[in-house]
Structure formats: structure tokens, C-alpha cells
């Protein structure tokens, strides 16, 4: 039992003293489809139809008319408790929603090529926080396109239950206002920021952390951190809005490198080595428990023999680029074997 529910409560209660029209209008959850997503921040929808004159003729020409004003307030924050559902939609044919999560992403201009849907919305400002444990993590995303398109959107964090807390943990004997007073400032000064820039401190770290952060890793691990160094600076300016500047120092850009290398071992924990190959997965574990290693045929039959010589060579051909195994020729009577061997 993780108590998520509990700690995002609190969490939400100071965003209700903070902005209330936002906490209670612009958190939401129950994200299903990516159109479902769009309408949350739509623009307003115009229609054409036909102007018609006194006696309700059409006189050839057209006019725009709104039938459905938008949405204004294009935040929008889904907190999903049981993320696990939505590494299901992907299963779905024709679901979108992993293609307009990368968008909204990358621009924040949504739309969805469906024939039934006109909504689309521009400048949106999407936020998720997901809750999942660490085996279906593992599960749905390395049978899912979510490992290389989605999963690199996301930081993610591992938790735990630090203590047992039978009477709740008395907070509300707690001093928040402290705190809200300074959101609240914070949320005020940095409405009309439109571009922070780095200071030459923040410039110097910058350039000496970067080659790092923009080296790739191999397997579901490099796909779900390969977009380190735009998730660094994301995180770098919130820090620099939060103290209501424009200009990114050098102690944001460490926090923001403090925060990412909590997110890269927390993935490192959930991931590993996985490859998000379920047949390469399954061999380098066999080979792990095998000291003596297998030959083709011992591979072959971990299947079954139900899987190809082209998809297991393909998986071996993985695992080897990957540095996690090696091969060695057996002489035999015949042509030589192949043994493989967990590295």
C-alpha cells in the first residue's frame, strides 16, 4: 500500500489555496484517447454554414459561426493513480494518445487526423504524474511502442513509504502559509515570462555536463532517458520561475542535476539492463543462470523452438551490440557450435 491517494491530497491542497480556480477546473484524471485530451484544451471550434436570406433562401454565401467556445485556461494537469491503464491504450487500434502526449510534449499544438474530430488546441500546457509499480512498468512498456517514443517524455521516480503513520501525521497542525505565500508569488511574477536565458555560470556547467547527459545507453534504459539534456534545462527553468527570475543560475541548473540523477538511477532500478526485446530479455536471463552458457539449440529450445532463427539471431545480435554477452566456437565432429555466455 503506497498511501498515493493520501500524499497527493495534501499535495493538492496547497495548489487549492494557491490557485483555486486551477486545482478545481484543470486537474483532472481518466486519460483514455488522445482526442479525449485535446477537448480538455480546446480551441474554439468554428462551423461554416450557409447565409440565408429573409425568405431562408441560401444566397451562395458562407459565414463562420462558433458552436463551441474552447477552452481558455489551456493548463491541464491529469494525475493518473493507476498509470498502468494507460500503457494499455496503445492495444487499442487506432488509439492516439501516445502520438498526442509526444506532441503536446514537444509544441503543445494538438490536433488528431480523425475525420469526427475538430477539436484541436494550440499553446496547451499538459502536465501528467502517474502511479505505477515497478513490474508493470517493465511489462507494458517493453511490449509497447511507449519505450522509445513515450517513455523518454516522462521523469521517472521511484517511492517508497519512508514510515507507518497510524494517525495520519498531524498535518494539519503544520504551518503551510510559509510556503503558499511563496507559490503564490512565484506563480504571480512569472505570468508574462516569455524567455529566461542561462547566466555564465550556469553556462560554464552547462557546457561541461552536456556531452554527458547526450551520451545514449543501450536498451529500454537508453530509450526512456535518451532526452536527459531537454529535461534537465525543463527542470533547470522551473527552479529559475520558481524564484521569480528570468535568468537561469548556476544553483538551478545543479538542483535541476540533482533532481535528473535521482530520475536516472530510479531508472537504472526499474530497467536495468532490459533491452524492451522480450526474447533478448529472456535469453540474457537463461544465460545468467547458466555458468556454462548455451549453444543455439539450448537458446532454441528456451521457446520452445517456437521462435525463428531470424528472431533469435536478431535477439543475440541485440545482446552483443549491447556488450552483454559474448560467443564462443565449440569444435565439434561437425561444423563448429556457438555457445553464448552472460558477460
Keep these: 500500500k503506497a498511501r498515493k491517494g493520501s500524499s497527493w491530497s495534501h499535495v493538492l491542497n496547497i495548489f487549492q489555496a494557491c490557485d483555486p480556480v486551477w486545482a478545481h477546473e484543470r486537474v483532472k484524471s481518466g486519460l483514455s484517447s488522445g482526442e479525449g485530451l485535446i477537448w480538455n484544451v480546446r480551441d474554439p471550434i468554428y462551423k461554416k454554414e450557409p447565409v440565408k436570406d429573409k425568405g ?6 458562407y459565414q463562420e459561426t462558433c458552436v463551441d467556445p474552447g477552452i481558455d485556461d489551456k493548463r491541464l494537469l491529469a494525475q493518473e493513480a493507476e498509470f498502468a491503464s494507460l500503457l494499455h491504450m496503445p492495444d487499442r487500434s487506432g488509439n492516439t494518445l501516445f502520438p498526442i502526449i509526444r506532441k503536446a510534449w ?19 500546457h499538459i502536465s501528467i504524474v502517474g502511479h505505477i509499480v515497478k ?30 503513520l497510524p494517525e495520519g501525521g498531524q498535518t494539519d497542525k503544520l504551518n503551510f502559509s510559509p510556503l503558499i505565500c511563496r507559490l503564490k508569488s512565484a506563480i504571480e511574477s512569472t505570468r508574462g515570462i516569455r524567455k529566461l536565458n542561462r547566466d555564465e555560470g550556469a553556462r560554464e556547467i552547462w557546457c561541461a555536463v552536456y556531452p554527458q547527459l547526450s ?7 537508453g530509450a526512456v532517458t535518451s532526452r536527459a539534456e531537454a529535461q534537465v534545462m525543463r527542470l533547470a527553468c522551473l527552479y529559475a520561475l520558481l524564484d521569480g527570475l528570468t535568468e537561469i543560475k548556476a544553483t538551478h541548473l545543479r538542483a535541476a542535476l540533482a533532481v535528473w540523477e ?9 530497467f536495468g539492463d532490459a533491452l524492451g526485446d522480450p526474447i533478448a530479455d529472456e535469453i540474457l536471463t ?40 559474448q560467443m564462443e566456437q565449440e569444435e565439434t565432429n561437425g561444423r563448429n557450435a556457438e555457445r553464448w555466455y552472460a558477460r
Design 56 to 61: 431562408g433562401k441560401h444566397t451562395g454565401e
Design 106 to 124: 514537444e509544441t503543445g499544438n494538438l490536433e488528431s487526423l480523425t475525420k469526427n474530430s475538430p477539436a484541436r488546441a494550440t499553446n496547451a
Design 135 to 164: 513490474d508493470e512498468v517493465r511489462r507494458y512498456l517493453s511490449r509497447t511502442e511507449a519505450g522509445n517514443g513515450f517513455g523518454n517524455r516522462f521523469l521517472w521516480v521511484c517511492a517508497k513509504r519512508s514510515k507507518y
Design 215 to 221: 551520451q545514449g545507453m543501450p536498451g529500454l534504459l
Design 262 to 270: 535521482y530520475c536516472d538511477a530510479s531508472a537504472k532500478f526499474i
Design 286 to 325: 537463461a544465460l545468467r543462470n547458466n555458468f556454462h552458457g548455451l549453444t543455439r539449440t539450448g537458446i532454441s529450445d528456451l521457446f520452445g523452438r517456437n521462435r525463428g532463427k531470424d528472431q533469435i539471431g536478431r535477439a543475440l545480435g541485440t545482446l552483443l551490440e549491447a556488450g552483454l554477452v
